[in-house]
């Protein structure tokens, strides 16, 4: 690979005058986008601790009416990425977003994709599309893109939940934007698609002569994420991943386009590296606590607490507790990078 040549070796009036004409010379910045072997990245493994996230949030419900902040959220932002970009990954999007007992958030929809994690406190919904969607701890409800959705919450208590986004993906694309409309009218059929598709394997007879539909499940219990994290595990081989995608029950695909979400089971005692892929993710721990090592940076994290990982890093992954297993969230750009047809998954290889 040979050293080419720098923008100093440029005479200056030269340099000028293209700058003049909006012109670059692609020599002196090709190495930089794109370099042999391995991409730069400028994510840096963060983790978020809610012991320093929840007070602020709680505080932010004093300092600023809802009517002020119509979403009142902290985002997870990677000191690597400029923190005013709100970025956790170069791709994705997280917040931590603060719901108090009768508060709405309006009805919109919007270009990015959207999902909510429940992290705390319950009475929580969202309505998507009419059909109104419970929210517990450690549930999963999609907000695909152009889907109407809002948010309440009839219960007591504060409730938080953690929002991901592609929405840095989408904003980098110049098509980042939403609209508002008036309160939605509930169907009279709540959590329909759960009611629908609780079973894995089973689907409604009628949809196997219909057009497949889009995001025909909308609310993924963490209960049932559960239960099959643990029947799994006795069905993985012990050096193996507990993992779960979750998934369109009618195609078997990612549930949305662009980012993946699974869960992780760690085993008690167990230590864990991850086979090294090309997508970033951020993990967020559902139950228990552990260790992970990221790109060789360490981070102890307990259940709530989120961190980020960048492309291409090694990770690896121990559960604290050798009595009890732990539960992680992840988060992923690889249906995005599916598509764009490069996602690479090396076991064991380096470049
Ligand atoms: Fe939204």
Redo the contacts with the bound molecule.
Sequence with gaps: MSELGSLEDLPLDYRQELTDLSLVPLWPSLRAVLPYGRPSAQTTPTLWRYADIRPNLLRAGELTPIEKAERRVLVLANPGLRLETLRATATIYIGMQLILPGETAPN?R?TPC?VRFVIEGSGGYTVVEGEKLPMEKGDLIL?PSGLW?EHGHDGDGPVVWLDALDLPLIYAIENSY?VEAPLQQFDDDPDASQTRYCRAGLVPYASLDAPRARYPLLRYPWREVRDGLRSLAQATPADAPVQLAYVNPETGAECLHTLGFSALMLRPGESLTLPRRSSSMVMHGVEGGGQAVVDGVEMRWEETDTFAVPTHAEVSLANASTSKPAFLFVVDDAPLQRRLGFHEVYHGSKF
């Design positions: 919109h919007h959207a907000t959705h939403a």
